[in-house]
């Protein structure tokens, strides 16, 4: 009851896959060496997030049977540098949309940040026109069945929260019975029609994700604080919000290092 239904299928498949090299040792063999040595073959064909997933579940289920303590060092988790699209760029994503479903997804990601779970969960009830905003509270996600299943509650506490939209975004959602989803699509279709969207116009590498990359990036070059910009996100922390605009927008960045080199330029060598 504590875990997400998703979560529980990453650790059903994680233990089909992974813990088949340990699963003979008995408690009182396991020793942090060779929890190290597990996890260092397995960093051998696996990259360094599931590395620190399979010994992040191996390690809570140590510590409900064990008071002893290991020793593991685990592989550096360096973040990809994920491409962000520019303006010009989410205006052909929004042109090519023929399905309105999709361009209301698409819309709803780019100018308020939010994942598509949280698109696929929006309901007609969750939705106030007269403060153009939707209210953030649920998530579609898989169960261990493969079922697409609705969760009434979201990824995290801060992901509860209602975000406000230029009242242009609610003139493309229409009414709709109040238990109705706004975007019938799971968020699996959600991700293969977007993908056609984007092959169309040649956005190689950006995904749905990236929209909500590009949310946080603009509003961080707007300089909006990024308290706000956090709630707005539904982010816990301000370390995984920073590593999302570390990669700036390219249009932005050109021109903010113009007026850098411009300042320069006249403040020291008179031009």
């Not at 990259?47 to 289920?61: D, E, F, P, Q």
Request: net charge positive; charged share 30%; glycine share 4%.
């Amino acid at each position: 009851g504590v875990l997400s239904p998703s979560t529980i299928l990453g650790y059903r498949k994680m233990q089909k896959k992974h813990y088949g090299k340990i699963n003979d040792l008995r408690l009182s063999e396991v020793t942090s060496k060779n929890l190290q040595v597990y996890v260092s073959d397995l960093c051998s064909d696996h990259s360094a997030k599931s590395v620190r997933n399979v010994y992040g579940l191996l390690s809570a289920s140590l510590n409900q049977v064990s008071d002893k303590k290991y020793n593991v060092t685990l592989p550096t988790y360096v973040r990809p540098n994920l491409p962000t699209p520019n303006d010009e760029m989410v205006q052909k994503l929004l042109d090519s949309a023929k399905v309105p479903e999709m361009k209301i997804a698409m819309m709803i990601s780019a100018f308020g940040t939010m994942r598509r779970g949280e698109i696929s969960a929006i309901k007609y009830k969750d939705i106030d026109r007269e403060k153009t905003a939707i209210y953030v509270h649920a998530d579609i996600v898989q169960d261990e069945n493969l079922k697409w299943v609705y969760k009434p509650y979201p990824k995290t506490e801060k992901s509860i929260r209602l975000i406000q939209y230029p009242k242009e975004v609610f003139d493309y959602i229409p009414e709709g019975d109040p238990d109705t989803f706004v975007v019938p699509f799971t968020p699996q279709s959600l991700t293969r029609r977007f993908r056609k969207l984007r092959d169309k116009i040649g956005a190689e590498g950006i995904t749905l994700q990236s929209l909500r990359r590009y949310a946080a990036s603009f509003m961080h070059a707007l300089g909006i604080p990024d308290k706000y910009i956090m709630e707005t996100g539904g982010w816990a922390s301000d370390r995984v919000l920073k590593a999302v605009y570390e990669n700036t927008l390219s249009d932005k960045q050109i021109e903010f290092t113009e007026k850098r080199n411009d300042y320069v330029a006249k403040k020291f060598f008179k031009k």
